[in-house]
């Protein structure tokens, strides 16, 4: 199984023994009261310099704060089983010393023993992004599909990290038809569990013949179609807008638009990060946003496999 940055995995036993041994004496109850989470970022857009600052946010100082309310939630509600940053992790180019600043500011939650995962957006690079996560590299897709991929099993549903990085600082997103055959393929490897779908772009469905300007994937119709006829496929995350929200694709497949970590297109829209508690029949997503007093803050949205 391809994993992104895992920790030491005594560590991780270790911490994961020691927080059951703490929920049990807290509570009194048998760890599981809770589903499973997950930790989601996305568009941290952290440059070289941890002091830039861009549409009025510091932007590696947000992502230490992100990290830093992911390290307080595991202390109540135990380790999430993962925390992903889903693209533009980088600020503009993907420059190497962008993944400089980023590296030591994640190293906390892979110290507390939280594996993290990174995809890649349109600000994102993947040479510069495998000199600082070597260990992220995966051999098999790397010299197949030429992007980075990565398929985490868990409990109650199985993830699917694309790649939908096209060109480096240019807006649109791609998979290609590499990857999709090659998504077409591990989902069929594992058609036994709901399965979730997590890259940058968004779906964008534009008229024929249309000549406006493609900001979400280019292939949009044929990656949707795919998703579309494996009827475990029951979501799909992105980032990218920088516009918190949900929708729902026909077919019943649930469409879920990360906040950013990082700055807004849109004052009245909130930044921060998500938790996703799993079931096996359905998601609870929670937003944790930076302003306390935005109105979604703490809202948590339930989200009924349909499909
Ligand atoms: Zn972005």
């Not at 059951?20 to 930790?39: H, I, Q």
């Not at 509600?77 to 993907?94: R, T, V």
């Not at 199985?158 to 990085?165: A, E, P, S, Y």
Request: charged content about 25%; some cysteine.
């Amino acid at each position: 199984m391809p994993i992104s940055l895992l920790p030491n995995n005594d560590r991780r036993a270790f911490l994961l023994t020691a927080t059951l041994t703490g929920v049990a004496a807290a509570t009194g109850t048998a760890f599981g009261k809770e589903d499973p989470w997950f930790a989601l970022m996305a568009d941290t857009h952290v440059d070289a310099d941890p002091k830039k600052e861009a549409r009025g946010v510091i932007m590696a100082e947000n992502l230490e704060r992100a990290v830093r309310e992911i390290l307080d939630e595991a202390k109540s509600s135990g380790l999430p089983e993962f925390s992903l940053i889903n693209g533009d992790c980088a600020y503009l180019k993907g420059l190497k010393p962008d993944y400089e600043t980023l590296r030591p500011r994640i190293q906390p939650l892979l110290d507390a023993g939280i594996p993290v995962h990174l995809t890649m957006g349109n600000h994102d690079d993947r040479g510069p992004f495998y000199d600082l996560f070597p260990e992220a590299r995966n051999p098999d897709t790397d010299t197949a599909v030429g992007k980075h991929l990565t398929v985490i099993e868990s409990q109650k549903a199985n993830w699917f990290l694309i790649d939908t990085l096209q060109i480096v600082d240019n807006v649109t997103g791609e998979l290609g038809e590499k990857q999709r055959e090659w998504l077409a393929a591990e989902l069929d490897k594992r058609s036994g569990k709901p399965a979730i779908i997590v890259g940058h772009h968004y779906p964008q469905y534009l008229p024929e013949g249309s000549d406006a300007r493609v900001t979400g994937l280019a292939d949009t119709v044929e990656f949707m179609d795919l998703l579309l006829s494996k009827p475990w496929v029951k979501a799909y995350v992105y980032g990218h807008s920088h516009n918190y929200g949900f929708k729902e694709a026909s077919g019943g497949i649930h469409l879920i638009n990360q906040p950013p970590v990082s700055y807004l297109f849109s004052e009245d829209r909130p930044n921060g990060w998500l938790k996703a508690n799993l079931s096996g029949d359905g998601m609870a997503v929670t937003l944790r946003a930076f302003d306390a007093q935005h109105p979604e803050n703490g809202a948590a949205t339930n989200l009924p496999w349909k499909r």
